[in-house]
């Protein structure tokens, strides 16, 4: 009997990820993912480059129609070893995870097989979160790491419940106007095979270290291009686990990063820009992804004006400082000075002496960083 193709191909690019890449599989197994068949869908891991590969068998038993391949020319950009993933996809419908790192909400295959079929050219753009306190790349200067984050993994069961990654993520960088603004690149993009052979794929010409503003540049490829909508996936999302990574996580060097990525972009395409352009939303929301945006929005608002000694905002949306000796290290945008989330309301919990700013229950905080009980949540209080 000859098997029906997929209705989904899913490429995703991983490259010294052991701890990470687990996680990954497990959030876009058949046992985890909700309302899609393990037959509906392939995932195509393409390794660049690790020094002990991933190994299919290794992830047999979450029932996954999964394929791994060990990419024979890797090189510090992903860009190739990405285009040979989409080689070997065999869905119409072909996603790209540039980056092996990102777990998924439990009903984002679904939400982006739906929301495909609403255009005849969709370009199905999902939101992006990194798990911890604040943009990682400036919390890892400050404490955050592996250890920190698996602490909070394992304290919000997500494997039960996905949808509580979202209490302990805030917006990526890339999604600095909330889910209802444009978007500079989206880290999980789906488009109909058609589109991505018009595209050529990803440009190879992007060669800095993890592709530079490749992912930016396919997505504005794809809303330029005649005849595309952008359809935006409401309420799921990809989390971004702490591994090293070139951009996200290279803590100090972020700016001298961004800046070689800027430049190599410049000379290839002329004027960084975002695209803003018309585009459809597709749902539904859950109760705890709505609960999060809420916080986050109203955040936004009441945040005070830049002004004086405060700290220069990244397009993120916050604003780290340094901890104090011993303290906790984030008040949210709003001027609280305590916990939003439990039942002593946002004034309930002062940090402790010292502390400049902080976002989450002192019962989340590693045990060195506590100096006042909390009510134990590990979600921001944005």
Same mark, same amino acid.
């Given at each position: 009997?000859?098997?029906?193709?997929?209705?989904?191909?899913?490429?995703?690019?991983?490259?010294?990820?052991?701890?990470?890449? +687990?996680?990954?599989?497990?959030?876009?197994?058949?046992?985890?993912?909700?309302?899609?068949?393990?037959?509906?869908?392939?995932?195509?891991?393409?390794?660049?480059?690790?020094?002990?590969?991933?190994?299919?068998?290794?992830?047999?038993?979450?029932?996954?129609?999964?394929?791994?391949?060990?990419?024979?020319?890797?090189?510090?950009?992903?860009?190739?070893?990405?285009?040979?993933?989409?080689?070997?996809?065999?869905?119409?419908?072909?996603?790209?995870?540039?980056?092996?790192?990102?777990?998924?909400?439990?009903?984002?295959?679904?939400?982006? @097989? @739906?929301?495909?079929? /609403?255009?005849?050219?969709?370009?199905?753009?999902?939101?992006?979160?990194?798990?911890? +306190?604040?943009?990682?790349?400036?919390?890892?200067?400050?404490?955050?790491?592996? *250890?920190?984050?698996?602490?909070? $993994?394992?304290?919000?069961?997500?494997?039960?419940? %996905?949808?509580?990654?979202?209490?302990?993520?805030?917006?990526?960088?890339?999604?600095?106007?909330?889910?209802?603004? +444009?978007?500079?690149?989206?880290?999980?993009?789906?488009?109909?095979?058609?589109?991505?052979? *018009?595209?050529?794929?990803?440009?190879?010409?992007?060669?800095?270290? %993890?592709?530079?503003?490749?992912?930016?540049?396919?997505?504005?490829?794809?809303?330029?291009?005649?005849?595309?909508?952008?359809?935006?996936?409401?309420?799921? %999302?990809?989390?971004?686990?702490?591994?090293?990574?070139?951009? /996200?996580?290279?803590?100090?060097?972020?700016?001298?990063?961004?800046?070689?990525?800027?430049?190599?972009?410049?000379?290839?395409?002329?004027?960084?820009?975002?695209?803003?352009?018309?585009?459809?939303?597709?749902?539904?929301?859950?109760?705890?992804?709505?609960?999060?945006?809420?916080?986050?929005?109203?955040?936004?608002?009441?945040?005070?004006? @830049?002004?004086?000694?405060?700290?220069?905002?990244?397009?993120?949306?916050?604003? $780290?400082?340094?901890?104090?000796?011993?303290?906790?290290?984030?008040?949210?945008?709003?001027?609280?000075?305590?916990?939003?989330?439990?039942?002593?309301?946002?004034?309930?919990? +002062?940090?402790?002496? %010292?502390?400049?700013?902080?976002?989450?229950?002192?019962? *989340?905080?590693?045990?060195?960083?506590?100096?006042?009980?909390?009510?134990?949540? @590990?979600?921001?209080?944005?």
């Amino acid at each position: 009997m000859t098997r029906k193709p997929p209705e989904l191909s899913l490429i995703v690019i991983s490259h010294e990820m052991a701890r990470e890449l +687990p996680r990954t599989l497990y959030s876009l197994s058949p046992r985890y993912q909700e309302g899609i068949a393990a037959e509906d869908y392939e995932v195509i891991v393409i390794d660049n480059g690790s020094r002990q590969p991933p190994r299919a068998e290794d992830f047999a038993d979450l029932g996954l129609n999964l394929r791994i391949e060990r990419f024979a020319d890797p090189t510090p950009s992903p860009v190739r070893a990405i285009n040979h993933g989409l080689g070997l996809a065999a869905a119409p419908l072909i996603g790209v995870s540039i980056d092996g790192a990102r777990m998924a909400s439990p009903g984002l295959l679904e939400a982006c @097989r @739906r929301a495909a079929r /609403t255009d005849p050219m969709p370009v199905v753009s999902t939101l992006s979160f990194q798990i911890g +306190p604040g943009p990682q790349w400036l919390t890892q200067q400050q404490g955050y790491d592996s *250890a920190w984050e698996d602490r909070l $993994l394992a304290g919000i069961d997500w494997q039960a419940d %996905g949808y509580r990654l979202f209490d302990i993520s805030p917006f990526a960088e890339n999604v600095g106007r909330g889910w209802f603004g +444009p978007l500079s690149e989206s880290n999980l993009l789906f488009l109909p095979r058609a589109l991505w052979e *018009a595209l050529g794929g990803f440009d190879p010409a992007f060669e800095s270290p %993890g592709g530079g503003a490749a992912n930016a540049d396919l997505l504005w490829r794809a809303l330029e291009h005649p005849g595309t909508r952008q359809v935006v996936v409401l309420g799921e %999302g990809i989390f971004h686990q702490i591994h090293g990574g070139t951009h /996200t996580n290279a803590g100090a060097a972020a700016l001298e990063v961004h800046k070689r990525a800027a430049k190599e972009y410049y000379r290839l395409r002329g004027r960084i820009r975002v695209v803003d352009t018309e585009r459809s939303y597709f749902g539904p929301v859950s109760r705890r992804a709505a609960e999060v945006y809420a916080r986050q929005l109203a955040a936004a608002q009441t945040a005070p004006a @830049r002004g004086g000694n405060a700290p220069a905002r990244p397009r993120g949306g916050r604003a $780290l400082s340094r901890p104090a000796q011993g303290g906790a290290f984030e008040r949210d945008r709003a001027g609280n000075r305590g916990c939003a989330g439990c039942a002593a309301g946002p004034k309930g919990h +002062p940090p402790p002496s %010292g502390a400049r700013r902080f976002t989450t229950c002192p019962a *989340a905080w590693p045990r060195r960083w506590r100096k006042s009980g909390g009510c134990g949540r @590990r979600g921001l209080t944005r």
